[in-house]
């Protein structure tokens, strides 16, 4: 997979083409929050530091039928600007002779944002001429967009793919991305616990599969938890469930031996905006539905936490956005920060919603890596790479 960095590319006067990840939340037009951006910052001033003239791609939420005004990229160039104190050029899209002529204006260390990729349905469709088109604004073609690393869109596959023969290199996000997970994946330091939470076993059967084989213990939380209750014959209540999948729950629970980790005991309640909760051991009342892992289970998980040296957490262990059923989440996530501070382990969180648990409780700080793409990182839990940076220097 890719090695070089643009710190090993000369920028200087070249045209810097950098796919990025702006897709913040946007209410009204105002950012509501900016961190996509300002994990960005390293890599853009790296190159305009140096006299690149940078280029900068993105996509902002789903579109449906081209432009639409609420996802315009333009708010996202206002605020880069101010963290960057200087000018950032907007164009009104992301090719053509408008953007064409924008980039050929460019003196050194310039700063251009083009409108949101996603206006054209041949991004996602990653279409050979729009690919051709995004190429032509680059000598030098970056990567540091991690949270779309997965996908083969134009902007992440074609456009590189149409510019061979220049240099395509990643930036430091993603470099920081790879270091952590690849480390997770094929040297990790043991004990290695991974913590999967979260709804559906459906949407991460692979990743399980590949951790069980890599990783010393995985827990389980979540409503994922339900169904392999169900594949052990217990009675679950009105617990959410994937009913297709209790077969493929039991072959894992078989394959795993002791290596897997259930609840031992369950916070159940009458329906997701209850306030009065009950805890219960093994079987959940019919009329009753479980939202989170319970206090002994927090105390089970927090001990194979505490010896571990490496833990990959992905998945949120109850409804943690609900007052009555947080514990669980909170619990795991101070257990990973005490990890990490307390005996020095390697701690990373898989994004999306445990990302945002983390964040929330203020510990994003005290754990070694908060990854920057919730699906990225489990595909690449699951398969080590990505095709889009293989084809990259």
Same mark, same amino acid.
């Given at each position: 997979?890719? =090695?070089?960095?643009?710190? /090993?590319?000369?920028?200087?006067?070249?045209?810097?083409?950098?796919?990025?990840?702006?897709?913040?939340?946007?209410?009204?037009?105002?950012?509501?929050?900016?961190?996509?951006?300002?994990?960005?910052?390293?890599?853009?001033?790296?190159?305009?530091?140096?006299?690149?003239?940078?280029?900068?791609?993105?996509?902002?939420?789903?579109?449906?039928?081209?432009?639409?005004? *609420?996802?315009?990229?333009?708010?996202?160039?206002?605020?880069?600007?101010?963290?960057?104190?200087?000018?950032?050029?907007?164009?009104?899209?992301?090719?053509?002779?408008?953007?064409?002529?924008?980039?050929?204006?460019?003196?050194?260390?310039?700063?251009?944002?083009?409108? +949101?990729?996603?206006?054209?349905? &041949?991004?996602?469709?990653?279409?050979?001429?729009?690919? *051709?088109?995004?190429? *032509?604004?680059?000598?030098?073609?970056? +990567?540091?967009?991690?949270?779309?690393?997965?996908?083969?869109?134009? =902007?992440?596959?074609?456009?590189?793919?149409?510019?061979?023969?220049?240099?395509?290199?990643?930036?430091?996000?993603?470099?920081?991305?790879?270091?952590?997970?690849?480390?997770?994946?094929?040297?990790?330091?043991?004990?290695?616990?991974?913590?999967?939470?979260?709804?559906?076993?459906?949407?991460?059967?692979?990743?399980? @599969?590949?951790?069980?084989?890599?990783?010393?213990?995985?827990?389980?939380?979540?409503?994922?938890?339900?169904?392999?209750?169900?594949?052990?014959?217990? $009675?679950?209540?009105?617990?959410?469930?994937?009913?297709?999948?209790?077969?493929?729950?039991?072959?894992?629970?078989?394959?795993?031996?002791?290596?897997?980790?259930?609840?031992?005991?369950?916070?159940?309640? /009458?329906?997701?905006?209850?306030? &009065?909760? $009950?805890?219960?051991?093994?079987?959940?009342?019919? /009329? *009753?539905?479980?939202?989170?892992?319970?206090?002994? $289970?927090? @105390?089970?998980?927090?001990?194979?936490?505490?010896?571990?040296?490496?833990?990959?957490?992905?998945?949120?262990?109850?409804?943690?956005?609900?007052?009555?059923?947080?514990?669980?989440?909170?619990?795991?996530? &101070?257990?990973?920060? =005490?990890?990490?501070?307390?005996?020095?382990?390697?701690?990373?969180?898989?994004?999306?919603?445990?990302?945002?648990?983390?964040?929330?409780?203020?510990?994003?700080?005290?754990?070694?890596?908060?990854?920057?793409?919730?699906?990225?990182?489990?595909?690449?839990?699951? +398969?080590?790479?990505?095709?889009?940076?293989?084809?990259?220097?």
């Amino acid at each position: 997979m890719a =090695s070089k960095t643009v710190a /090993d590319v000369d920028v200087k006067g070249k045209k810097v083409l950098m796919r990025v990840d702006f897709n913040v939340p946007l209410e009204g037009g105002a950012i509501q929050d900016d961190r996509r951006i300002a994990q960005a910052i390293p890599t853009i001033k790296n190159v305009i530091d140096r006299g690149g003239r940078l280029v900068l791609m993105s996509h902002l939420g789903r579109p449906k039928a081209g432009p639409e005004a *609420k996802f315009s990229l333009k708010p996202c160039a206002d605020h880069l600007s101010k963290l960057l104190n200087k000018p950032v050029t907007f164009t009104s899209d992301c090719i053509g002779a408008e953007v064409e002529a924008a980039v050929a204006a460019m003196k050194d260390g310039d700063v251009v944002l083009l409108e +949101n990729l996603r206006f054209h349905k &041949e991004e996602e469709k990653n279409d050979p001429n729009f690919a *051709k088109q995004l190429a *032509k604004l680059g000598d030098v073609y970056v +990567n540091d967009a991690f949270g779309t690393a997965h996908r083969e869109h134009a =902007s992440t596959f074609g456009a590189a793919q149409a510019m061979q023969g220049k240099p395509r290199v990643i930036g430091f996000l993603i470099q920081k991305e790879l270091k952590f997970l690849g480390g997770a994946v094929s040297e990790p330091a043991r004990p290695f616990v991974a913590i999967m939470g979260g709804a559906k076993v459906s949407d991460k059967i692979a990743v399980i @599969e590949n951790l069980l084989a890599k990783a010393d213990s995985l827990l389980i939380g979540g409503a994922m938890a339900y169904t392999f209750f169900l594949a052990q014959g217990k $009675t679950i209540g009105k617990s959410l469930v994937e009913a297709d999948k209790v077969d493929l729950a039991a072959r894992l629970l078989e394959k795993a031996g002791t290596k897997l980790k259930l609840p031992v005991d369950t916070v159940v309640a /009458d329906g997701f905006d209850s306030t &009065e909760v $009950t805890v219960v051991e093994g079987k959940i009342p019919e /009329d *009753k539905s479980g939202f989170d892992i319970g206090p002994k $289970t927090r @105390e089970l998980y927090k001990a194979e936490i505490a010896k571990a040296k490496t833990i990959i957490w992905n998945g949120p262990m109850g409804v943690f956005e609900k007052k009555p059923f947080a514990a669980g989440t909170a619990a795991i996530a &101070e257990a990973v920060a =005490s990890a990490t501070q307390g005996s020095g382990a390697v701690t990373i969180i898989g994004g999306g919603d445990s990302a945002a648990a983390i964040e929330e409780l203020g510990l994003s700080e005290k754990v070694s890596h908060v990854s920057t793409g919730g699906g990225a990182s489990l595909e690449f839990l699951e +398969n080590g790479h990505f095709s889009t940076l293989d084809i990259l220097d």
